[in-house]
């Protein structure tokens, strides 16, 4: 018994290295094989623009990537399409490099247009990342799992950051600037409810169109926030707080935050003693310096301290003058 599993896992071993073989150096059959599995993407890429492009060239460039995907084929895809798993499409990422074998006139300087009118600088703006972030459904159209385009929002991002342009014309071709508003996430910021869907985007894009002073019309406030506005917040909420609430819910943003309720309802004086724990408790530090609790404290705990702030006289907090 012994001997007769040893030659059927030798047999086992032989098929596995034959398949994998047979993966990595006949890529058109390869093709044939994942249509028994993915077939509605491999349908998709030869009514496209790579129907003469194997899948391997894609998904498996160079030999090193071939070897690993000829085992990922025979140890998992095969036994698992045997056993009858569900079949679903296509997931793995396709490197940059597999895309560049033949396209790699996009990286030559200059802008260059598609088909949907975007000018874009490769050389400038790809020069890393996944080809597939903006491209995905190239080869395998509406076949294709996860369907991703260029995103605006992401484009203005950098070119603000880095002083560039950010004229309408510069990067699109040919149309209007309604039309823009019709596609992507401006379509729901700026459609008919834009008054309370607007902060869905990204509000670093509202420049793009914008002027700086066009959103504190009617927040009150900078918006985007600046990059301190965590720590200074407190006047601007004091001053208007109904300014706050237009954005932010009290109960889960501040309070959330705060760890205590904000601003303090009234009477919070009297009975805040239940809510900090300490001098040193964070969340009252956030917002208060230990000073102030001494001097409020020590006047009651020590009646020379308050005759003196009464008399207009150096008080004593904290031990110190």
């Not at 670093?204 to 918006?223: A, L």
């Amino acid at each position: 018994m012994r001997k007769v599993g040893s030659m059927f896992l030798v047999a086992a071993l032989v098929v596995v290295i034959a398949a994998m073989i047979a993966v990595a150096v006949t890529p058109r059959s390869v093709t044939w094989a994942c249509a028994t599995c993915h077939s509605k993407t491999v349908t998709a890429t030869v009514k496209g623009s790579h129907a003469s492009t194997n899948c391997l060239a894609c998904h498996a460039p160079g030999a090193a990537s071939r070897v690993g995907f000829a085992w990922t084929v025979t140890t998992g895809m095969l036994p698992a399409s045997l056993a009858g798993a569900a079949r679903t499409t296509p997931s793995s990422n396709v490197g940059r490099t597999a895309c560049l074998d033949c396209h790699a006139s996009v990286m030559k300087p200059g802008v260059s247009s598609g088909s949907s009118g975007l000018r874009i600088n490769h050389r400038e703006c790809a020069a890393t990342g996944s080809c597939s972030a903006c491209h995905s459904s190239t080869a395998h159209g509406s076949a294709t799992k996860w369907i991703r385009e260029p995103i605006m929002e992401e484009c203005t991002s950098c070119h603000a950051d880095n002083n560039a342009t950010l004229a309408c014309d510069s990067c699109h071709k040919g149309k209007q600037k309604r039309d823009r508003l019709k596609a992507g996430p401006w379509q729901i910021t700026h459609g008919p409810k834009w008054v309370t869907a607007h902060g869905m985007g990204d509000t670093k894009s509202c420049k793009t169109c914008h002027p700086t002073d066009y959103c504190k019309r009617c927040h009150k406030v900078e918006v985007p926030h600046p990059a301190d506005f965590g720590t200074t917040h407190g006047k601007a909420a004091i001053k208007d707080r109904q300014a706050c609430q237009q954005c932010h819910k009290r109960t889960v943003f501040c309070d959330s935050c705060h760890g205590v309720r904000m601003p303090h309802p009234s009477g919070f004086l009297k009975v805040h003693s239940s809510a900090a724990t300490g001098l040193d408790d964070v969340k009252c530090a956030r917002c208060h310096l230990e000073a102030d609790c001494a001097y409020c404290h020590e006047r009651h705990v020590h009646p020379g301290n308050a005759a003196a702030a009464a008399a207009g006289q150096p008080r004593r907090i904290g031990g110190r003058k």
